[in-house]
């Protein structure tokens, strides 16, 4: 997940939506927009960062506020990503354009809900794509899912039970390891592209991303990457196996606020934990030792331990504010 950044103008804005200062009608924060069109807030702000759309107005006091006006469209748009369509195509769209998208496609299930989509777009559909190596297919949907439910939702709720399905299918004989491969290279290609356009306006402070020796395993690595290049922070990321010593001098000499390391199920034991003691030994104290994964240790003096997504974005988010 790469989009070059738009910046916001008139001449990208689809016929009839205009900047509207001073328009009749309520206003509505953020929040209060997103609940009513079940639209994910961060994928608002992303919209109107590349496509000009939803414009907020901006009351005395800085805050952004949005017509209510603009919830139908929102509601249409989020309607046409449902049946398949992406989001470059509908939001930059005239109104006449995205009735004839909407009239043209024919959905699945007619009458369905914004949630019954999200539902039937999920790790079931997911998997028949890895099944039949529909590389199309599964990006499409991934792409379709990260813009209806928000980068936490999205990675919590489609890529880690697909990972997790797809584990426990080759574990029963169902796939091969050519399945395993095939998504593992398919998705991590796509949590890549959406990460760098978060990295490319990124301001806070910098966090370098590697595995230790001997963990092969990158996507969850690469899943808490994103998650903080949401929250503004610069990622330096180094893949995986990286040596400990090498990683400590790159944090030093990069002045970076924080190491995150990703331990998966197979590589937890005695030999994970003295890399990571040994890391913690070479790191400067103002630099912290973040620990994920299913094969984290318990949390002890120097590393910090984050394994729900959510309590990382918060903890990045705090991070950006206390820069």
Known sequence: MTHAQAEPATSQMPSGVRRQSGAPGGRLSIGALSRATGIPIETLRT?????????????????????????????????????????AEVVSASETELSELLRATTPSVPGLSLAETKRTTGPENLLKAVETFDASKLTWQLLTDWAMLGPIEFLKNRVAP??????????????????????????????????????????????????????????????????LAVADCRILYLGTETPVDQVAALARDMNARAVGVSVSLATRGRTTTAHLSRLRSLLPRRITLLVGGEGAPRPRPGIQVLQDLGTLEAWGRQLVAHS
Do not use: C, N
């Open 47 to 87: 919209w109107e960062r590349r496509y000009g759309f939803p414009i907020p107005e901006r009351k005395p006091s800085g805050h952004r506020v949005y017509l209510v006006s603009s919830v139908p469209r929102l509601r249409r748009i989020a309607k046409a990503l449902g049946h398949g369509h992406r989001a």
């Open 162 to 227: 697909l990972l997790h399905a797809v584990g426990e299918a080759w574990e029963a004989g169902r796939l091969e390891v050519r399945h395993e491969h095939f998504l593992s290279e398919r998705v991590g290609d796509l949590l890549r592209t959406l990460r760098l356009q978060f990295e490319e306006r990124a301001t806070g402070p910098l966090v370098v991303f590697t595995s230790l020796p001997g963990e092969s395993h990158g996507l969850g690595l690469q899943m808490a990457a994103l998650i």
